[in-house]
């Protein structure tokens, strides 16, 4: 061959391994690039998966808030925004935006230097907007975490506890408490309006010791005040939980009751929990007896006063109340008993003068749904009636004022978009404590934000 061809053949073989390497490094690229793009993604979905999974929007893992932890402080911010209206029932058709601010602090004194067992909470509110309460005249506010904080009233709230575990099982706590945010504990039915049921009837029941002012009978007829100045001892064991509450029977929203506490009397509550298994599924029974030493104005002398404003001068001495409350499980994780649903029930009888309800009930179906991957989800649906007292009733309508028992039905369902991102659908019919006023029915979005 000659050296011509020679040249040729080397040219040609030459040319065919530079493709053959341009082809290989193409392809170790695109393998690259490939890889890369699927590590990326991984990565991302990794950071969407870890971050759906915290528990509030800023909880990041060694972040700020875990940094504070381990010296004992844990901190929480929640915006929970509402829209609801009344589609049918109001003149108006009234609709309205509001929300409010939650600031959680707890606070572990000995993490933070101090002795075992002392425990300190905060809770600062604030409201925002507008809410519909007593826009179609109902006894009870449909959106009872706006009913306290509001526009027209007071616009924040700061609650406050020290607390003192002398042991696992003994605890003492003092301080101001927000009713609300201990009804939320209940298992089952939940409660403070943020979370689960709207209605004040279902987020704060009644506990019967309050202080009824005859200026405001419609906003205040319920006697349980959201916020109580007093303490609390606590005793758990292995066959129930018993607690003691004594404190001032009024509203400790009112500044007078910070700077004169106890000065209209005392309230006094015993409860006692005591857990129950039916079928291997958890439930809990509690009774709880109230009373209180303070005066309210006597409803047997209503139809006999000239004038609403002289009963300031007309009271009796004495709330007496009693409640009997039931959560049953019906259903429960295998790897969580406390995720489940089930039944509640709530009764409450009281001596129906000066307590204006003589009883109440209610009852219904809540719990969290237990659908693979929607654990975090919570619904509900219950029905309520508030029977008034009969000297109450008979007193108004001897002054031309009608007024009746009320009862209604709510549902809800929260979608927990994230840990710390929910969307809740809500509807209330409520038959409305004024006749005059029609079956009434409410329909109301809730978003919370946890951050």
């Not at 391994?17 to 290989?24: C, G, I, Q, V």
């Not at 003192?164 to 403070?192: C, H, R």
Request: with cysteine.
């Amino acid at each position: 061959m000659s050296k011509k061809g020679d040249e040729l053949i080397g040219s040609t073989s030459s040319e065919r391994s530079r493709r053959r390497a341009y082809r290989f490094t193409a392809a170790l690229a695109a393998c690259g690039l490939l890889a890369g793009a699927v590590t990326g993604q991984a990565f991302a979905a990794d950071n969407v998966a870890s971050l759906a999974k915290q528990k509030s929007l800023t909880d990041t893992p060694d972040g700020p808030k875990d940094q504070l932890r381990k010296f004992g402080i844990d901190l929480d911010v929640w915006i929970t925004q509402f829209y609801q209206g009344i589609p049918a029932g109001a003149i108006d058709r009234t609709a309205r935006y509001g929300g409010k601010m939650d600031t959680f602090l707890r606070v572990d004194g000995e993490k933070l230097g101090f002795w075992k067992g002392l425990k300190f909470n905060a809770q600062y509110e604030h409201y925002f907007g507008r809410n519909i309460n007593r826009q179609d005249l109902a006894l009870l506010p449909v959106n009872v975490a706006l009913a306290f904080i509001e526009r027209d009233g007071y616009h924040s709230a700061l609650s406050m506890t020290l607390t003192q575990e002398f042991s696992e099982q003994f605890s003492v706590t003092i301080g101001k408490f927000n009713m609300l945010t201990l009804a939320s504990q209940t298992p089952l039915i939940g409660g403070g309006g943020i979370d689960t049921f709207m209605n004040r009837a279902f987020a704060l029941p009644s506990t019967g010791i309050g202080v009824s002012s005859p200026e405001s009978v419609a906003d205040r007829l319920i006697i349980a005040p959201p916020y109580l100045l007093g303490g609390v001892a606590a005793l758990k064991t292995k066959y129930f939980d018993l607690k003691i509450m004594v404190a001032d029977p009024r509203n400790a929203q009112q500044p007078r009751v910070i700077e004169r506490p106890f000065e209209r009397g005392v309230g006094a509550g015993l409860m006692a929990t005591v857990p129950i298994e039916i079928g291997g599924l958890k439930g809990f029974h509690t009774l709880r007896v109230a009373y209180s030493n303070a005066r309210g104005f006597d409803l047997d002398d209503i139809d006999d006063t000239p004038a609403i404003a002289r009963l300031r001068g007309i009271t009796k001495k004495g709330y007496r109340f009693v409640s009997y409350a039931v959560q049953q499980y019906f259903m429960q994780s295998e790897t969580d008993p406390k995720v489940g649903w089930g039944l509640f029930t709530l009764a409450t009888l009281s001596d129906g003068n000066p307590n204006p309800v003589k009883w109440s009930m209610l009852v219904g179906l809540a719990g969290n749904n237990l659908m693979a991957g929607r654990e975090e989800d919570r619904w509900g649906v219950g029905f309520y009636h508030f029977g008034l007292s009969q000297p109450l009733l008979s007193g108004l309508a001897a002054r031309r004022i009608n007024r009746r028992s009320e009862g209604g039905v709510e549902a809800f369902y929260n979608f927990a978009v994230t840990r710390w991102l929910r969307l809740s659908g809500d509807i209330q019919i409520i038959d409305p404590w004024n006749p005059a006023r029609a079956r009434a029915s409410y329909l109301g979005l809730r978003l919370q934000t946890i951050f």
